[in-house]
């Protein structure tokens, strides 16, 4: 009854294509691929082997511009013959005040009932009206409503699309009736389904959705995560607009209004407005911020800003106004511009060289193809496929992927810029660092060069006093010598007065002797040239020896020496001995000097807590506690002590200077008028057996020593030769030999002279000076020490070079003794003696 083909007396819908098919773009109209073509009749076939069929060329639609028809009316002969078939899949007729009437008839040619859906997808339709016949009172109809006016639990079947449950009996025809009437764009895609295959294919469709927000959810965590690295506000727009972008796909399938406000009308009517704005919005929001177009484009940025703003406001009042379609009216408009400007402001900027614009550029071109694809799916342009009806779902998919992917590079050009600025800073510290390096070369090089000088200049100073000092003593050795022979000549002895004042002279010339010693030590101190060799020593030996030197000095002032030392203990220290004992001397030396005549001079060693503790104390007048540590200066004596008492305030500094060269420490404890106690100590130290006997052995003479003098027979043991080019130094050997006439001495002036004197007279001993004219005394021991014949003669060296190393270098180099200018008549007797007697022994 319905498939007659009137003539077209109702006016075709006025179709506004350009805001159907853009609002078209953001339906996600989810088909199944089977539905099926079919001839154009109004009606549909649905045999057992059709799972469904599209309504749209197969229906007649009637535009109802007073929206007052009834169905009565539309069922009545003269408004029936004004249907006019519709020749297209999707039934759209744009925004429009008309309400539509469609019919169609089922047929169900299988002899058995079938239960069938009818689905209409978009969601905001705000009335859909489905008439059936009514079986039980024939020409009445049975009418069922849906709609977005009506809250979601009103609805028969719980579910996102609009549905209506049909039943077909068997071999029957089905007249379907429908009025749809809506404010927004009417666009009203039906559907008739097998109900079983429906519920299959909602079932795929859910996984679709499940699928689309699964990826959506991804890409925002994946963007958030990067965001919180990295603070910066592009991922979080981003973040934003795929965010709208998943809003719109769910508010367009009619997922939000069941899930999200399944009672709120309100919100169904108007999120659809609010999502496309905010894609738009959070799209323009991100493109500024990404390409930074108010710097790169100011003109197009200015235009972005227009539409920021625009959607701004339209998304706000789509919460105010109570009709949002005029603003829907304005935000498809704006949409058609959306995708283009974008587009081109990402070529644009990708043109000026902007590395990052590539993925955005690819980004809108997905969008924009995915949008052209679904219109023109609509417009009837392209072939009816779900795909491609859903190609903006796709495209927007890709957009998201390709923006992230543009996230990403510039993720990588950041990073690339940072490597870059890194080597550049890298590149500038090495260029630093080479400049630094070049600067300390040439510091060091130059601090090298001044330590040099200094050192030569230490050098210079060290031998300038060595010099003064031997030039000062050669002089000495004659005065103290021939003071000393006045003195002790008993052949002429001197007058009274003549002693007195030669003692003057004698003492003098000590005291200068002394002098000099303890400057020449100070200032090896001081320039570090002081040289000790530290090794295992016995403190109580060199004790002993030092009380030996001592008690002539204590003796004279009537002073009684008392060791308070244990002697069944040993005391080991590490110490060079010959400045151990110096140490040792100065100290019981200064108790002699500053004690009241006839008092008593305590020295005891002792050992506290791992170390060996020697004191001297003294009964003297004692230092006030303010002075005590003014008397370890050089040249410092205290004016109370001074009194009668000679000194020149050196001794206490050499001596704290030479204990802490060797690790110890020096103390002082003092009470003004009873006395002081000045005390060393130093790590005890634990000798191996072997070595403390090998040092308990050193006082006695080498093995080369004794054979040497053993080899008497083959030289004259009345004869000594003494080389030296000072004439008033060899007078005065020559005086002291006068009294002991069971010797001659031989004297030569030169080192020459002396070995060809030596090999000719065969001499028991030979002293000879350091400092000759021609060859040195150290050359003179060498060409003796060459020659068999006196090889084994023993060789003494007397020296006004009285340094330390002096000494030291001397005794290493083999001579048996090393006298030092000013020479004693008792000390160069006893020596001669004393090898003479080895010789003989
Ligand atoms: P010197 O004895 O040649 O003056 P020192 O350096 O040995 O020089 O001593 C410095 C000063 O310390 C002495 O002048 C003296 O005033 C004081 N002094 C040193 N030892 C004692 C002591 N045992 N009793 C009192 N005063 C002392």
């Not at 990073?415 to 390096?437: G, I, N, V, W």
């Not at 001297?616 to 370890?632: H, Q, R, T, W, Y």
């Not at 003494?796 to 030092?820: H, M, R």
Request: with cysteine.
């Amino acid at each position: 009854m319905f498939r007659q083909n009137s003539p077209l007396s109702i006016s075709r819908p006025h179709v506004r294509q350009s805001t159907k098919t853009l609002l078209a773009c953001f339906f996600l109209l989810l088909f199944s691929a089977n539905v099926l073509a079919a001839a154009n009749q109004a009606e549909i076939v649905l045999d057992k082997n059709t799972k469904s069929h599209i309504l749209g060329t197969h229906m007649e639609f009637l535009e109802d511009p007073t929206k007052n028809l009834t169905i009565q009316d539309i069922t009545s002969a003269q408004v029936a013959s004004k249907f006019i078939p519709h020749n297209k899949d999707f039934p759209s007729f744009g925004f429009t005040e008309s309400a539509y009437w469609y019919r169609t008839e089922i047929i169900n040619p299988d002899p058995v009932s079938k239960k069938l859906i009818l689905e209409e997808v978009i969601p905001y339709i705000d009335s859909i009206k489905l008439f059936l016949p009514d079986p039980a009172n024939p020409g009445d109809f049975i009418t069922t409503e849906v709609g977005d006016k009506k809250p979601f639990h009103e609805r028969e079947i719980d579910h996102h699309s609009f549905l209506f449950k049909l039943t077909l009996e068997p071999n029957q025809r089905l007249p379907l009736f429908i009025r749809v009437e809506s404010r927004a764009a009417l666009m009203t895609p039906f559907t008739i389904w097998q109900a079983e295959d429906f519920y299959k294919h909602s079932d795929n469709m859910a996984f679709a959705f499940g699928l689309f927000y699964g990826i959506m959810a991804v890409m925002i965590l994946y963007t958030f995560y990067i965001y919180m690295r990295m603070k910066d506000n592009n991922y979080l727009y981003f973040i934003f607009f795929i965010c709208s972008i998943a809003m719109m796909v769910s508010t367009s399938h009619g997922l939000s209004y069941k899930f999200l406000w399944p009672e709120s009308t309100y919100l169904a009517e108007r999120m659809q407005v609010v999502c496309i704005s905010a894609i738009q919005f959070f799209g323009v929001l991100f493109t500024r911020n990404f390409l930074s177009t108010r710097l790169t484009l100011p003109r197009i940025d200015k235009l972005l800003h227009s539409l920021f703003v625009l959607h701004l406001l339209v998304i706000i009042a789509s919460f105010l106004v109570s009709d949002v379609i005029p603003l829907a009216k304005v935000t498809i408009v704006a949409v058609q511009f959306y995708s283009p400007i974008l587009f081109i402001t990402g070529f644009l900027s990708w043109r000026m060289g902007n590395k990052a614009a590539r993925f955005y550029l690819l980004a809108w071109t997905s969008s924009i193809i995915g949008s052209y694809v679904t219109s023109f799916t609509l417009l009837n342009v392209l072939p009816y496929h779900f795909i491609l009806l859903n190609a903006v779902a796709i495209g927007f998919l890709f957009d998201a992927t390709f923006l992230s992917l543009a996230l990403a590079d510039r993720l990588y050009v950041l990073r690339q810029e940072r490597d870059k600025a890194k080597q550049m800073a890298h590149d500038a510290l090495q260029s630093a660092k080479d400049t630094l390096e070049d600067e300390v070369t040439k510091r060091t090089r130059e601090l090298e060069e001044a330590k040099k000088e200094a050192d030569m200049a230490n050098q210079a100073k060290t031998q300038f006093l060595s010099h003064m000092s031997h030039e000062l003593r050669t002089p000495l050795n004659g005065i103290l010598g021939f003071a000393e022979l006045l003195l002790t000549d008993k052949e002429a002895p001197l007058t009274e007065n003549q002693e007195r004042n030669t003692n003057i002279i004698h003492d003098s010339g000590k005291h200068l002797n002394a002098l000099i010693d303890d400057i020449l030590n100070i200032s090896m101190i001081e320039t570090g040239k002081m040289s000790v060799n530290p090794e295992v020593i016995s403190f109580r030996d060199d004790l002993d020896r030092a009380l030996v030197v001592i008690s002539t000095q204590a003796k004279k002032r009537k002073i009684q020496l008392h060791d308070a030392t244990d002697l069944n203990d040993s005391y080991w220290i590490t110490a060079d001995s010959l400045r151990l004992r110096q140490i040792i001397i100065n100290l019981i030396s200064n108790a002699v000097k500053y004690s009241p005549e006839g008092s008593v001079v305590t020295v005891a060693l002792e050992k506290r807590a791992g170390k060996v503790v020697f004191s001297v104390k003294d009964s003297g007048k004692g230092i006030a506690e303010k002075n005590l540590c003014l008397i370890f200066e050089p040249f410092t004596r205290l004016e109370e002590n001074k009194d009668g008492v000679d000194g020149v305030g050196i001794g206490l500094a050499i001596t704290r200077k030479l204990v802490e060269i060797m690790n110890g420490r020096i103390l002082v404890e003092s009470i003004v008028n009873e006395g002081s106690t000045f005390s060393i100590e130093f790590d005890e130290a634990h000798p191996d057996p072997l070595s403390a006997a090998q040092i308990s052995e050193a006082s006695l003479p080498t093995e080369s020593q004794t054979s040497a003098r053993g080899n008497g027979s083959e030289t004259d043991p009345s004869v000594i030769l003494y080389v030296e080019d000072n004439k008033a130094n060899q007078v005065y050997v020559q005086h002291i030999f006068k009294r002991r006439p069971d010797l001659k001495l031989l004297c030569s002036e030169t080192g020459k002279e002396g070995v060809s004197l030596a090999l000719e007279h065969n001499p028991s001993i030979i002293l000879t000076d350091i400092l000759l004219p021609d060859i040195s005394g150290h050359e003179v021991l060498k060409e003796l020490k060459a020659n068999p014949a006196t090889e084994a003669t023993p060789v003494i060296a007397v020296s006004a070079n009285a340094t330390s190393s002096d000494i030291e270098t001397g005794e290493k180099s083999g001579f048996v003794a090393y006298l030092t200018k000013p020479l004693g008549i008792a000390e160069l007797l006893d020596t001669i003696d004393n090898l003479l007697n080895c010789n003989e022994a």
